[in-house]
């Protein structure tokens, strides 16, 4: 096999239709942009945030206080969009004007600030006079607020906006002895500056556009806590009120982006196949792995999602760091040290707080920082910390980096203990929950909304409670540190974890599993009373080596029943069961990086038949998102001929742990695993959307390397075309189609 299709290297440029009238979203660093196309909305969540605060209400714009009209939008890379517009047909001056006599370009990049270019072209045949209003206003509201999580009774105070010459000023001073401010810098000053409610300001720009002339508005956002910039500001930033240098900054600041584009993209596996399709969602999801990335003073993570969720979860980033080795391994081993810095130091009801735990969720705004929410960081999740053992594990093994693991050390002594000693209240062996936080989540697994552990009569569980697949990732946990102890020549800690995880798959066949057979309860209340729901979580189980064998056939089965099986994807609860509602957060919608679980499981167990089942569903549900990009969920109904799935109405898009699961499928399609320096491919399989598939810069095993893979007559072939380093490559074919028993 031979690259055929490498005409154009990630990270260059691309155009990837984001829908007429739909929302724009770019991030870079901490700052983030949501906003309308039409530059109208209503959008509720519309905006420009700055470290969990909303600087900016988005930006409005009019015409002679007309609306316009979408023609498209697009966006480019992860921070850089364009939105064309034109006018309807309308009387501008006393003088009709036909529709689709005017075009407008908006360009938007998202950089240290927010910049943005107005191109105005009249194809109109007489020159027109015409006003070009931008409406901006800053209600400096916490994530929290506009999530509609928190009602605050009390609020900092707002200062008079500040227009003067080319500059706008929004000021406030919060209740956590902070100043915000945001400056926004036109290219001139504004005709007129009209004030508006709730604060806005009307930019009123008198602009003469002659026929077939390009004229051009340029703007900056800036938000600025405690007096510093977002980013550090340089002399470059400092721009005189003059068109040529806006433009000129605007144009370096393009580049300069797309330089940093590149730049990851080289540092990342280069995934190439016959399928543009394909193709096209690897890219999008390469740039949105970029984009969530994002420093802190702390380190380098990768944040879990836009918009609700730009913030550091420790469950999501260890699971997108292990769906993310095939395309950059520093995406995990950054978030894996990131978190060990914030790791539990004392025993804090406030912010359900342990020695050694890992948190569940870090905010730096107003509502964190005066105290009135316990996120700083918080740590209410079962399993963080599991999740932090298993990528750490992952990870290792996957780089085969010791001094990796070696910096590591401590902490992973300090998370197997906060296992030992907290995590199992009761000791019981098996993990529960309950939170001691007053503002802290009731439920505290992966499915953490306040519903979603519920009996078969539809009533909630009361703490402390144990999940069914906490106590999988558990087991596997506690083999992973025996592991990890071992080689970092700790023997004795090494057979204590082994030992823990004998006993507790013990326990847990015995309490759990009814006879070492098919039936399994999905958790144990505070009474030790068994729970009984048919759930996606017994799927994650499947990559644990918890269960015997008849359990494991049985929840397989189980899986891809139509009650579960949507058609574009598992749900995460049985259409049997009297709380299924396929539009709720947890009790019967869709989540990608829920199937991604699954499906390793699935590929440990050697159904490959059944991976792909869900693989083509996820691909398939997949077409209907603008570049691929699966969302962080959507709903369950079942699939409709010729429909796509139901978007979920306010899932964060992109979703770090949802946006990289093509690249854990595509492992485990290959098959790539590594042992020491070896690194397997087993058994691998192509979708029958992918005949040809080229990696390129496969960081692994401390090597890299080159592999080509070629579907034919029902068998994918794989070929090593190069390899650097101390790797042996085994390749395990295929050995039969369909079905294959479990091992």
Same mark, same amino acid.
């Given at each position: 096999?031979?690259s ?8 260059g ?10 929302l ?15 530059g ?5 969540e ?5 470290r ?16 316009l ?31 689709h ?27 027109l ?7 901006l ?5 916490d994530?929290?607020e506009?999530r509609?999580v928190?009602?605050?009774?009390a609020?900092?105070?707002?200062e008079?906006?500040d227009?003067r ?22 290219? /001139?000053a ?5 004030p ?5 300001v ?14 051009y ?37 393009a580049l300069?982006?797309?330089?940093a ?8 596996t ?18 949105d792995m ?12 990768i944040?879990a ?11 999501d ?21 990131f ?19 890992i ?12 105290g ?18 298993i ?35 009761d ?21 953490d909304?306040?519903d ?10 009361k703490?402390p ?14 083999r ?9 020549g ?6 204590r ?14 309490t ?8 399994i ?6 009474a030790?009373?068994?729970i009984?729901?048919?759930t ?10 918890i269960?015997?064998a ?15 099986l949507?058609?574009y ?9 009297p ?24 590929? /440990? ?25 699966l ?11 010729g ?7 306010v899932a ?18 290959l098959?790539?695993?590594? /042992?020491?320096?070896?690194v ?10 992918i ?7 496969l ?16 068998v994918?072939?794989a070929?090593?075309? /190069?390899?650097?380093g ?18």
């Open positions: 096999m031979t055929r299709w490498r005409h154009e290297p990630i990270g440029p691309r155009r990837l239709e984001v829908g007429n009238g739909g724009i979203v770019l991030k870079d660093g901490p700052l983030f942009l949501v906003q309308p196309a039409d109208r909305g209503p959008v509720h519309a905006g420009l945030y700055y969990d605060t909303r600087f900016l209400n988005g930006v409005g714009w009019w015409i002679e206080h007309e609306p009209v979408v023609l498209s939008t697009a966006a480019y890379d992860a921070n850089r969009a364009q939105v064309d517009l034109t006018n309807p047909d309308m009387v501008i001056g006393g003088q009709h004007v036909a529709a006599s005017l075009h407008f370009r908006m360009t938007f990049i998202v950089a240290d600030a927010l910049y943005v270019r107005i191109r105005q072209l009249n194809f109109a045949q007489v020159p006079d015409v006003h070009l209003i931008l409406r206003a800053s209600d400096y509201h994530i929290f506009v509609g928190v009602e605050r009774t609020r900092g105070h707002h008079a906006p227009a010459d080319n500059q706008l000023t929004f000021t406030y001073h919060g209740l956590d002895d902070h100043t915000r401010q945001t400056q926004v810098t036109f290219d /001139r504004p005709d007129h500056w009209v508006g409610d709730n604060g806005a009307d930019a009123v720009f008198f602009e003469t556009l002659p026929p077939r002339v390009k004229r508005r340029y703007f900056t956002v800036r938000p600025m806590l405690l007096g510093q910039a977002a980013a550090p500001s340089g002399a470059e930033d400092r721009q005189p009120p003059s068109l040529e240098s806006f433009a000129r900054h605007f144009t370096l600041v300069k982006q797309a330089r584009a590149r730049d990851w993209s080289d540092q990342c280069v995934i190439e196949s016959d399928s543009r399709l394909y193709n096209n969602m690897i890219q999008q999801a390469t740039h970029r984009a969530l990335m994002t420093d802190y003073p702390e380190g380098r993570i944040d999602g836009i918009p609700w969720y730009v913030a550091p979860f420790g469950r980033a260890a699971i997108a760091g292990i769906e993310t080795l095939m395309l950059n391994p520093a995406i995990a081993a950054d978030s894996i040290r978190l060990a810095r914030l790791q539990g130091q004392a025993v804090n009801d406030w912010r359900d707080e342990e020695p050694g735990k948190p569940h969720e870090y905010r730096q705004g107003e509502l964190a920082q005066a009135e929410i316990p996120h700083t960081p918080y740590y209410g999740s079962i399993d963080s910390t599991l999740w932090w053992i990528a750490l594990y992952e990870t290792w093994r996957f780089t085969g980096d010791m001094a990796f693991l070696r910096s590591l050390e401590e902490p992973l002594a300090k998370a197997v203990e906060w296992m030992r000693s907290y995590g199992d209240r000791h019981d062996l098996f993990l529960e929950y309950q939170r001691r936080a007053p503002l802290g989540l009731v439920n505290q697994g992966w499915k909304s306040f979603s552990v519920m009996d078969e009569a539809g009533r909630l569980a703490p409670i144990a999940l069914v697949e906490v106590q999988g990732y558990a087991y596997y946990a506690w992973a540190a025996a592991e990890l102890f071992r080689r970092l700790r023997t004795d800690d090494a057979l974890c082994h030992n823990a995880a004998r006993a507790l798959k013990a326990a847990f066949l015995k759990f599993v009814k006879n070492h057979g098919p039936e309860i999905y958790a144990l209340d505070g030790k009373q068994p009984r729901a048919v996606s979580n017994e799927g994650h189980l499947l990559f644990t080596g269960l015997p008849p359990t494991v056939r049985a929840i397989i089965r189980r899986l891809l029943h139509p009650d579960m949507s058609g994807g598992v749900r995460t609860l049985s259409q049997t069961m709380y299924y509602n396929p539009m709720s957060y947890h009790n019967g919608s869709v989540w990608p990086h829920d199937n991604a679980i699954i499906a390793w499981g699935l590929k /440990r167990q050697g159904a490959v038949h059944e991976l792909m089942t869900i693989s083509h569903q996820l691909w398939e549900a997949s077409q209907y998102f603008p570049s691929g990009r969302p962080e969920l959507y709903c369950g109904f079942t699939r409709r001929a429909a796509g799935p139901v978007e979920y109405p964060c898009n992109p979703q770090a742990w949802a946006a990289a699961v093509p690249f854990f499928l595509l492992q485990l399609w098959g790539i695993s590594v /042992r020491g320096h070896e397997h491919i087993q058994e691998p399989s192509l979708p029958p959307w005949n040809e598939l080229y990696l390129d810069r960081r692994i095993a401390g090597g890299e390397l080159t592999l080509e893979f070629a579907r034919g007559r029902g994918t072939f070929n090593v075309i /190069r390899r650097e101390p790797i042996e490559v085994i390749i395990e074919p295929v050995k039969r189609n369909g079905h294959v028993p479990a091992r």
